[in-house]
């Protein structure tokens, strides 16, 4: 019945929100290694875990795909026209709310850690190294978690359709939202946007993960130059 589809359906939502909270908070721990000690070692480290990171997170977003049956455009295929002109769109869109985050929110960048001093002083040292971290690594592992992850789950075989996909958006926008912006109504509102907007995205350019890395990575680098 369509109860019986509806509850089902937003149990699996309920879940796929769960293990992304869970999982969210890993995006940006291996910058952790190196607040902790900042040698050629920890470098290393660092980028092996992150690297490591992005493939297992690829391969889980792969596997939950196969599973659930979930149509995507796969890493290989040419891009369309449509998805090119929706990478371009997002990004417009990204680098304004980005624009925004930076003149009206103090401490835009590290407004999600908790070590900021440590972070700062980290970004002082080698700006290079944060900027792969914050601006290119974790955005590719939260895509994969909070996007690909999330939607292949939560949309899973009968829950493909034009309302799922709706509520899922919104869900999905909503939940990146409270776990980047926590309780602050402004950084709160902004994340939320941010996130309706690459929940969106990803649905519109035929959920192609490829587009909304690109996209939130454009949105980091932005961010943190124009800070």
């Keep these: 019945s369509m109860v019986h589809q509806?509850?089902?359906?937003?149990?699996r939502l309920l879940l796929a929100s769960l293990l992304a909270a869970i999982v969210m908070g890993?995006?940006?721990a291996p910058i952790d290694i190196l607040t902790l000690k900042y040698n050629w070692i920890t470098v290393a480290i660092f980028l092996v875990v992150y690297?490591?990171?992005?493939?297992?997170?690829?391969r889980i977003y792969l596997e939950s795909v196969t599973n659930n049956?979930?149509?995507i455009t796969k890493i290989a295929a040419k891009p369309s026209a449509r998805q090119l002109v929706i990478t371009v769109?997002?990004?417009?869109?990204?680098l304004i709310l980005a624009a925004v985050q930076v003149k009206f929110v103090s401490d835009a960048v590290y407004s999600i850690a908790e070590n900021v001093a440590?972070?700062?002083?980290?970004?002082?040292r080698s700006p290079i190294l944060m900027a792969l971290a914050l601006g290119v690594f974790a955005p590719i592992c939260e895509e994969l978690i909070i996007r690909g992850?999330?939607?292949?789950?939560?949309?899973?075989?009968?829950?493909?359709?034009?309302?799922y996909q709706l509520?899922?958006?919104?869900?999905?926008?909503?939940?990146?939202?409270?776990?980047?912006?926590?309780?602050?109504w402004v950084q709160l509102s902004y994340y939320t946007v941010m996130g309706l907007v690459l929940a969106a995205t990803y649905i519109l350019s035929g959920r192609d993960i490829r587009v909304n890395s690109v996209v939130h990575v454009t949105a980091n680098l932005g961010l943190m130059l124009m800070a």
């Design 118 to 124: 440590d972070l700062q002083a980290l970004s002082q």
């Design 89 to 94: 769109l997002a990004m417009v869109v990204m």
């Design 26 to 28: 890993l995006s940006t």
């Design 149 to 163: 992850n999330f939607f292949s789950y939560a949309l899973a075989e009968r829950f493909d359709q034009p309302r």
């Design 167 to 184: 509520v899922t958006v919104i869900v999905n926008g909503v939940l990146f939202g409270l776990l980047r912006g926590g309780f602050s």
């Design 6 to 11: 509806n509850v089902k359906f937003i149990s």
């Design 69 to 71: 049956h979930f149509k």
């Design 51 to 58: 690297l490591f990171a992005i493939y297992l997170f690829y």
